[in-house]
């Protein structure tokens, strides 16, 4: 099993797509001029779901303390 620990909230998820489902917003686009050359990115607002957000996208957290996906990743 492959775990992954958040060093943003250091809450544990069972797999990586628990891991990904966990993290919302943009990484921050990239900013062209009219020559199509990248002059800057907008700011980044990449961050990790709130604990009652997490719980909306039907997270769980097993009973090893380690969130997952959904039921279907409650054997992981």
């Known amino acids: 099993m492959a775990r992954s620990q ?3 909230c ?3 998820f069972s797999n990586e797509r628990a891991f990904n ?3 919302t917003g943009s990484y921050g686009e990239a900013i062209y ?3 199509k050359h990248v ?3 907008t700011k980044h607002e990449r961050r990790c779901l709130t604990e009652e957000e997490i719980l909306a ?3 769980v957290k097993n009973e090893k303390g380690m969130w ?3 039921e ?3 054997a992981e």
């Open 72 to 74: 279907f990743d409650q």
């Open 21 to 23: 489902k966990h993290r």
């Open 68 to 70: 997952t996906a959904g």
């Open 57 to 59: 996208k039907k997270m």
């Open 39 to 41: 002059i800057g990115y």
């Open 6 to 8: 958040c060093c943003g």
């Open 33 to 35: 001029d009219e020559n």
């Open 10 to 12: 250091n809450e544990t």
